[in-house]
């Protein structure tokens, strides 16, 4: 039992332990202090900071990597017995991640040839971060960090002769190139995971912080709690408001799904029901601006497009991402016939937002900054003081030394998972671009696909799907980006187009059985069982498979303008058309045959072709007509 209480699990429906930090005293008080001065030093090197992008990224390594050993422990039946030898391999990583700041001119001087010290400690370094990534994250991203290091070491040449044949790398070389430079664990994605993501992690642990998630909560309630289906619709917004701020589905889910959920099957929702909703909007979060989740950023460097283009194209596929999990909320409802909330647990707008208008004070100041160009670092440090600023506004919810520090510590440790995903992708990525390996790779699926657009988005959806079994959403991502991105880029596909499809299939992991950790979160909250949550959370986020088909073969990434307009249109009444197939519900319940025909009108408004557009829309609206008149004839 006290070994237990050592533990607390970091997202319902996981099996992914962490320490309690408050229950093991001296070394927990080290992880507080490590995660503050972390926090403060992010703070300062992305200001007005100057230091060296290589020693940026091995300080940030050092404390994340002491902090994740103390969290996820060795043992979760005996975390106690294993404090001991997770607080030395802490320390070894932290020591290991510094060895660079104190020793890189010696090695300059020594023309960047490695002695046996440098050798040890570099090796250490990899081994203990692939160690970390997998009580992180689980087994498949440290297996492909070996597979990848093993083909550059000595695997490529054992391939058949051809375009994977690779003769391989000497050992001091890999370990210069995945340590000593910024190729490997101390590259662009770690900088990636230092600067945007960081940043942005810790303005959502401020903003939570201050009491902005009750705010967000009530204010979806007043707005949408007397409409049909009230609770559910409450979910979509206030998930994805929270989830665009927060960038992880499964944190969300547990955060906001914990009150929401609960409001659902009280209305009349099914356990499973409730639980895919919550799902859904929290998914769609990291698809919404003006944050969006550690992806997107990842995105923004890899492809070299600035974040506030990528944020401006990707507001309307969201848009109307969630305009789709609305409707098929109301849908559902109307099928069910769900009455909204009593009006004894709607609070009052008026008050809502006289106790709670300053927090929005942050997020327009964030908006504001990003539309006005400055760079997302600087928008995100500014937004965190504003919220500090702001929660002085009222009483309430004033944040003083203690509510910064335990936000600070909140960021961090949210951030420790992320950290140290990103981290080892660095390895997988170094070894591509070192080996060819990812240019190879993308020759062969095209000729697979027999340059086909359409059957490549399928191999690339399907790949997501296995991809997501053992990923998490943002390693995923990284690992399509490198691998099949650039095929569709050979085909004629924008990089934008081309980054922004394989971003959204990646988030597919997160509802699609049998591996869907959100969906699987919000079954623990909802009582329900796993895979029925699962494949409602899948039909209610068909928009993410069915939307970036659009990305591919129309102009709906043009951003707000009049050009993105037309597909936006056919988008959403593709969508309905397939939601109404799926529910079997339009003012009344429909037969198999008359289902089978929205589906069809479905099909039409999502064949890349204009004639087919258009008769799907005549047919849609037709079809929306006669059973509205008839529905209004029975009245």
Request: proline fraction near 4%; include cysteine.
């Amino acid at each position: 039992m006290e070994e237990k209480q050592l533990l607390e699990q970091e997202d319902a429906g996981s099996k992914i332990l962490v320490r309690n930090i408050n229950s093991i005293g001296f070394i927990g008080s080290a992880v507080k202090i490590a995660s503050v001065i972390l926090a403060a030093f992010a703070l300062w090197f992305n200001s007005f900071g100057v230091i060296s992008t290589l020693h940026q990224n091995a300080i940030f390594f050092s404390f994340i990597v002491f902090i994740g050993f103390i969290l996820y422990p060795t043992s979760k039946k005996h975390p106690k017995k294993t404090l001991s030898l997770d607080f030395i391999l802490a320390s070894l990583g932290f020591l290991s991640g510094l060895y660079i700041v104190f020793f890189e001119n010696t090695i300059h001087a020594r023309n960047e040839t490695l002695i046996l010290r440098d050798m040890i400690v570099s090796g250490v370094a990899i081994i203990l971060i692939i160690e970390l990534s997998r009580r992180v994250a689980g087994i498949v991203i440290p297996i492909l960090a070996i597979f990848f290091s093993s083909y550059a070491l000595f695997l490529g040449k054992y391939m058949p002769a051809g375009m994977f044949n690779f003769r391989g790398i000497h050992l001091s070389t890999y370990l210069y190139r995945m340590y000593f430079t910024t190729d490997g664990i101390f590259g662009y994605i770690t900088t990636i995971a230092s600067t945007y993501v960081f940043l942005f992690i810790l303005f959502a642990a401020f903003f939570l912080k201050s009491g902005a998630g009750d705010f967000i909560i009530d204010f979806a309630k007043a707005t949408l709690g007397k409409t049909v289906g009230g609770p559910a619709k409450v979910a979509v917004v206030a998930s994805g408001i929270m989830g665009s701020i927060t960038g992880s589905s499964v944190a969300n889910v547990v955060g906001t799904g914990s009150i929401t959920i609960p409001l659902m099957k009280k209305i009349g929702f099914s356990a499973e029901f409730a639980g895919g909703v919550e799902t859904s909007a929290s998914v769609g979060g990291q698809m919404m601006p003006p944050i969006m989740g550690a992806g997107a950023f990842v995105m923004s460097q890899w492809t070299q497009i600035p974040y506030t283009t990528i944020i401006g194209v990707a507001f309307i596929p969201a848009l109307i991402y969630y305009l789709g999990v609305l409707l098929n909320v109301h849908i559902r409802a109307k099928k069910s016939n769900i009455k909204p909330l009593d009006d004894k647990d709607i609070p009052d707008l008026k008050t809502v937002l006289k106790n709670g208008w300053h927090f929005m004070i942050p997020l327009i100041v964030l908006i504001a900054l990003l539309a006005y160009g400055f760079t997302p670092t600087y928008s995100a440090i500014i937004s965190i003081a504003s919220v500090i600023a702001a929660s002085w506004l009222r009483k309430d919810s004033r944040m003083g030394p203690k509510k910064i520090y335990e936000a600070c510590i909140f960021g961090v440790r949210n951030m420790v998972a992320t950290g140290v995903l990103l981290i080892t992708a660095g390895i997988i990525v170094g070894i591509i671009t070192l080996t060819g390996l990812g240019i190879a790779f993308s020759v062969m699926v095209t000729s697979i696909t027999s340059n086909s657009i359409f059957l490549l988005y399928v191999l690339t959806a399907l790949a997501a799907l296995f991809l997501g079994m053992g990923l998490p959403v943002t390693a995923s991502y990284i690992v399509l980006a490198v691998l099949i991105a650039p095929a569709f880029k050979m085909l004629g596909v924008s990089i934008l187009a081309a980054n922004m499809t394989v971003f959204w299939l990646a988030e597919t992991a997160n509802v699609t059985p049998p591996i869907a950790l959100a969906a699987f979160a919000a079954s623990g909250i909802a009582g329900s069982r796993p895979l029925p949550t699962a494949i409602e959370a899948f039909k209610l986020a068909k928009g993410l498979l069915l939307i970036p088909i659009f990305f591919l073969f129309t102009p709906l990434l043009s951003g707000l303008t009049l050009t993105s307009v037309k597909p936006a249109v056919i988008l959403i009444i593709g969508l309905f058309s397939f939601t109404i197939a799926i529910e079997g519900y339009l003012f009344k319940r429909l037969s198999y045959i008359e289902r089978i025909v929205f589906f069809i009108v479905g099909l039409l408004t999502f064949y890349p072709n204009l004639k087919f557009n258009i008769a799907g829309i005549v047919v849609a609206i037709m079809l929306f007509l006669y059973y509205f008149i008839i529905s209004r004839k029975k009245v």
